[in-house]
């Protein structure tokens, strides 16, 4: 599929509140973070403001956000595999100069970003977790995957752990974890992520521990940072009481 593919007339729109992507009609607010109307922009306007920059974080891995930034866009992250490039998340921003990638892989359904204009653009295979797939909010996207256990797919490895969303899936490439927003770090500390159930998001946080406690990791890479995997864990092991 070549850049002239994407329809001029395409119906999306993107909130400058949250980041969140919006198939179709224009709503009269954000069905994720509740913004009006006025908040909203169109996705080819989008493309024309906002620029998806890319940062190198390690020799395979390099991280993507927008700039100026987006709301409350997450990051997300290109690995370079032997078999090919692969997405961990989805930028909010659709800029269709970015360099393609076979796979996008979902950590969850939160912020999908424009991974549907990326997969029409370059006939990229999506992935999300089953539970999250049946979320009303993922209802206009195409998922070409629906997983359900623990896989591998060019090196990187994936994990159901639930938790923070049903089917909240962090990845393992070589000595680098993908965590996204499972914990936030805030100036007082590390804490887990808020908007989910509090319960078993502590509780899988175990899961998480056991799987990456057995691992030599050396970069962690968040939602909104990247940290020395040897600095991150102790404030992870705190929060496990």
Same mark, same amino acid.
């Given at each position: 599929?070549?850049?002239?593919?994407?329809?001029?007339?395409?119906?999306?729109?993107?909130?400058?509140?949250?980041?969140?992507?919006?198939?179709?009609?224009?709503?009269?607010?954000?069905?994720?973070?509740?913004?009006? /109307?006025?908040?909203?922009? !169109?996705?080819? *306007?989008?493309?024309? +403001?906002?620029?998806? %920059?890319?940062? =190198?974080?390690?020799?395979?891995?390099?991280?993507?956000?927008?700039?100026?930034?987006?709301?409350?866009?997450?990051?997300?992250?290109?690995?370079?595999?032997?078999?090919?490039?692969?997405?961990?998340?989805?930028?909010?921003?659709?800029?269709?100069?970015?360099?393609?990638?076979?796979?996008?892989?979902?950590?969850?359904?939160?912020?999908?970003?424009?991974?549907?204009?990326?997969?029409?653009?370059?006939?990229?295979?999506?992935?999300?977790?089953?539970?999250?797939?049946?979320?009303?909010?993922?209802?206009?996207?195409?998922?070409?995957?629906?997983?359900?256990?623990?896989?591998? /797919?060019?090196?990187?490895? !994936?994990?159901? *752990?639930?938790?923070? +969303?049903?089917?909240? %899936?962090?990845? =393992?490439?070589?000595?680098?974890?993908?965590?996204?927003?499972?914990?936030?770090?805030?100036?007082?500390?590390?804490?887990?992520?808020?908007?989910?159930?509090?319960?078993?998001?502590?509780?899988?946080?175990?899961?998480?521990?056991?799987?990456?406690?057995?691992?030599?990791?050396?970069?962690?890479?968040?939602?909104?940072?990247?940290?020395?995997?040897?600095?991150?864990?102790?404030?992870?092991?705190?929060?496990?009481?």
């Amino acid at each position: 599929m070549t850049k002239q593919d994407i329809p001029n007339n395409f119906q999306q729109s993107v909130c400058l509140q949250c980041g969140y992507n919006m198939i179709g009609e224009m709503p009269d607010v954000c069905p994720f973070c509740g913004a009006g /109307h006025e908040q909203f922009m !169109a996705w080819d *306007v989008v493309e024309k +403001t906002y620029l998806v %920059t890319t940062r =190198v974080v390690n020799c395979a891995v390099s991280q993507l956000l927008s700039v100026p930034k987006l709301g409350l866009e997450h990051a997300a992250y290109r690995i370079e595999t032997q078999v090919g490039a692969v997405w961990i998340d989805a930028p909010s921003a659709f800029n269709r100069t970015l360099a393609p990638v076979q796979t996008i892989l979902f950590t969850h359904h939160h912020f999908l970003g424009a991974s549907n204009q990326y997969r029409q653009l370059w006939n990229a295979q999506v992935s999300l977790h089953e539970q999250d797939a049946k979320h009303r909010l993922v209802s206009l996207f195409d998922i070409d995957q629906r997983f359900t256990e623990d896989f591998s /797919h060019n090196g990187i490895e !994936a994990y159901h *752990v639930g938790g923070h +969303t049903p089917g909240f %899936t962090f990845y =393992v490439y070589r000595d680098t974890l993908f965590i996204c927003d499972y914990v936030f770090l805030t100036p007082v500390g590390m804490r887990f992520n808020p908007y989910g159930p509090t319960l078993e998001t502590k509780q899988q946080a175990r899961r998480i521990y056991d799987i990456i406690s057995a691992k030599t990791l050396r970069t962690v890479c968040g939602y909104n940072y990247t940290a020395h995997f040897a600095d991150w864990l102790p404030g992870f092991e705190r929060l496990l009481g």
